[in-house]
């Protein structure tokens, strides 16, 4: 693996100009040699379960070991092997919708289509529909999609995302695919038929949904050989087109569904007048990708048992269809620099000479573009040497190709991490901007979320719309992400990253060295519906 790194190193000084002779500072361009190295084509976009992500978790595991971290994986490994089912369909998927005794097939990528079905290789499933509004049951308000409905050996038709109004966190966790799932599960559905709603089709529509039903899904395995419970079987995607015909003949009509869910109203629920039934075959195929572990250990006995998680995804997208003949990804921004930034948090505990009282465990987990899977394998099968978590500080995409003048800290105003992060940010000249885009739910869509789940109180900063923010943004959301172009050639400020590592080794120390550890607010949502083991 050392001759790799040395001809992979040599390849990327070469195809990279300028870079061995960048007039940077010391703390500049060690970051600009991690993001380099990570985001070269060398390693054809880091896709979990490929020999290239393998390549770039040794890197970061020899970048540990340089920062001072101790390996924190089973048995003295830098590694925890998360094993992963990976489930691609194969031949062409049918579906029948039977109403008043007539059979008709509904038409695929037409009326409908797939959409991440897990751990499976023969899904045959019939049945009558009932459909279920959201599918959504939350303790908190008293809600519950399933009040007055009988869906016991049925298939339960419900929207793709969650319901509309209120807290939009709290509506995108509400909207959760597997969570909804096994609340179908629980009460005796066989199945569960997405209908594309009017949030999704206005940010992905049937028609593009459609283009990737042929994509891989992904869920982790447990020590037992089973995947993941992910709840009842998702049985495809139904679209506009094809709920006009599922509802057909109903008590409910879908033109009332429809206004109902775009005006952000309570949706008509119920049995309908259709039976759906569907043959569908995957090929299943087991891996491994591991996420990457190093702990420092705290200084203080009375807390060294205590952890503060730093996380980061190592995995991106892996080779695509070429654009303008290329197809490697190679996430520069997608995350080479929040794992560089991650390094260089290590790194500055390293050159301090003085250890936090609370351990720090860092973290560069695996497969989070495929549904934050090494995150959740981690949360959820805490490692030996970490039982305890108290803390997470998320480390994913930070845009920085312009001097940022403000970050967006999500999960911030949820527990007492927000002051200490007003804090470092006011400290190194920064302040915290609230959330320029709500109706995303970025809080839901990264991997903190894993440790919130688990009732962890957790934070995750991104670089502000402040001044020339807004435009940066919005040109790398449409130009970059998730394309080849996101790569080591974009106008990355590496100075402006400097200040982003030293924001968050801030808000690292602060958490360590605090003499409480941190609380949920009251009354928050998270706080009060995840009372995990983790942060007790």
Known sequence: ?????????????????????????????????????????????REAGTPDYDIAAEYVAAEMMKAGLEPAGPNGSWFQQVPMMVSRPTGQPTMTMTVAGRTTALVFNTDWTLRRTTGVERLDVAGPVVFAGYGVVDPSTGRDDYRGLDVRGKIVAMFQSG??????????????????AKLAR????????????????????????????????????GADGRPRDEGAPGLGVIGYAGAAKLFAGSRIRWADVLAADTA???????????????????????????????????????????????????????????????????????????????LEVARAFQKSGERPKRSLLFAAVTAEEKGLIGSDYLASNPLASARTVVANVNLDMPLLTYKFTDLTAYGADRSTIGPVAAAAARAEGYRLAPDPSPEEAIFTRSDHYSWVR??????????????????????????????????????????????????NYAIARALANATDRPRWVRGDYFGTAFRGPMAR
Do not use: C
Not at 16 to 30: C, R, V
Not at 202 to 214: G, I, K, M, V
Not at 483 to 503: H, K, M, N, Q
């Open 1 to 45: 693996m050392n001759a790799f790194f040395k001809l992979a190193a040599a390849s990327v000084l070469a195809a990279t100009p300028g870079l061995a002779a960048d007039p940077l500072p010391p703390e500049e361009a060690a970051l600009k040699a991690h993001v380099a190295f990570l985001a070269s084509d060398a390693l054809r976009g």
């Open 163 to 180: 319901p509309k109004g209120g807290n939009s966190e709290v509506a995108a966790h509400l909207g959760n695919r597997v969570d909804r």
């Open 186 to 221: 629980a009460r005796g559905a066989t199945g569960v038929l997405m209908i594309e709603s009017s949030q999704i089709h206005a940010r992905l529509p049937f028609s593009r949904q459609a283009e990737d039903w042929d994509a891989r899904a992904v869920t982790w395995v």
């Open 264 to 342: 952000g109203r309570a949706v008509p629920t119920g049995p309908l007048a259709a039976s759906i039934a569907t043959s569908q075959r995957y090929t299943v195929e087991r891996i491994r990708s591991a996420n990457v572990v190093g702990r420092l250990p705290g200084s203080d006995a009375r807390f060294d048992a205590e952890h503060i998680v730093l996380s980061g995804h190592l995995d991106h997208v892996g080779v695509t269809r070429p654009v303008e003949g290329d197809g490697i990804n190679n996430g520069a921004m997608d995350n080479a620099i929040g794992i560089a930034s991650m």
């Open 454 to 503: 688990q009732g962890v109180p957790s934070v995750f900063l991104v670089t502000g719309y402040g001044g020339p923010g807004k435009a940066a943004w919005e040109r790398f959301l449409k130009n970059h992400y998730h394309r080849p172009s996101d790569e080591i050639g974009l106008p990355i400020d590496w100075t402006a990253t400097r200040g982003f590592v030293r924001v």
